[in-house]
């Protein structure tokens, strides 16, 4: 059984990909690195924000620091399973993560103040204080299928790829199943490269020769900026975008 990690900093860099460049790339790295354990995966998330979504927008400005907070589950919980609370920072270009796993019966009663007594502590403070500071709501799902390529010669190097993005504003609940419509044509592929320096010269190589270039991509910011933000507008105005 894969060991959960609950902390992480490291860089983390974008890439949208056509089919072709996806073929392409998943092809080389198969020569230099494997699928992990997870193989093919759901990842079902519900992020919170203010009314106004200030958090995402002040995410879209591109601010030195930024900081966000979701809800995350891998496939459609059960009441035994895992739901994570994280937090996500970024900044001057390094991403922070931290999280607390919390059984779907008990993540309300998380939100609203109380303790989970297994986990961290100061973890727990830290996502408290962030809902105290902005009372953010569940503004939005989004779904994914990832695979994920994991390197033994470079250890902290993970490469994941994102396919069928898709998010709703209804049924706000990660054991609501993860169905929802599509932010991006169906051909494209998020890349994402995770790593905790700088990048090995062979992959800095292999993007190069595949005219792939880093995108700052967001999955919450585009579905704001596509679907979100029309929809507010319209009933502002009650005019259908």
């Known amino acids: 059984m894969p060991k959960t990690e609950y902390t992480f900093k490291r860089y983390e860099k974008k890439f949208l990909l056509g089919t072709a460049q ?7 790295l198969g ?5 992990d354990e ?4 759901t990842i079902c998330n519900i992020y919170f924000d203010t009314d106004n979504f200030d958090l995402i927008r002040t995410s879209i400005e591109k601010p030195l620091y930024k900081e966000k907070f979701r809800l995350r589950s891998y496939g459609i919980p059960g009441n035994n399973d895992n739901i994570f609370a994280e937090i996500k920072k970024k900044f001057d270009g390094i991403v922070y993560k931290r999280r607390i796993a919390v059984k779907p019966p ?5 939100l609203d103040g109380g303790e989970v007594l297994h986990e961290d502590f100061q ?5 408290h204080w962030f809902l105290h500071m902005y ?6 799902f989004i779904a994914y299928e ?3 390529f994991t390197d033994i010669e470079e250890p902290g190097l993970r490469i994941t790829f994102d396919q069928n993005i898709r998010w709703r504003t209804t049924e706000l609940d990660l054991c609501a199943g993860d169905e929802g419509q599509l ?6 592929v998020v890349m994402e490269v995770k790593l905790p320096q700088a990048a090995p010269m062979w992959l800095a190589s292999l993007l190069s020769e595949f005219k792939v270039y880093p995108n700052s991509f967001s999955k919450y910011g585009t579905c704001y900026k596509q679907h979100l933000l029309a929809n507010a507008f319209a009933e502002r105005t009650g005019k259908l975008c």
């Open 135 to 140: 009372n953010p709501v569940p503004k939005v």
């Open 38 to 41: 997870y193989g093919m995966h």
């Open 31 to 35: 020569q230099r690195m494997e699928i």
């Open 106 to 110: 008990g993540i309300q009663g998380f």
């Open 123 to 127: 973890i727990q403070r830290e996502i």
């Open 22 to 28: 996806y073929n392409k790339i998943i092809e080389q």
């Open 183 to 188: 932010i991006l044509d169906d051909n494209k």
């Open 146 to 148: 990832r695979v994920a």
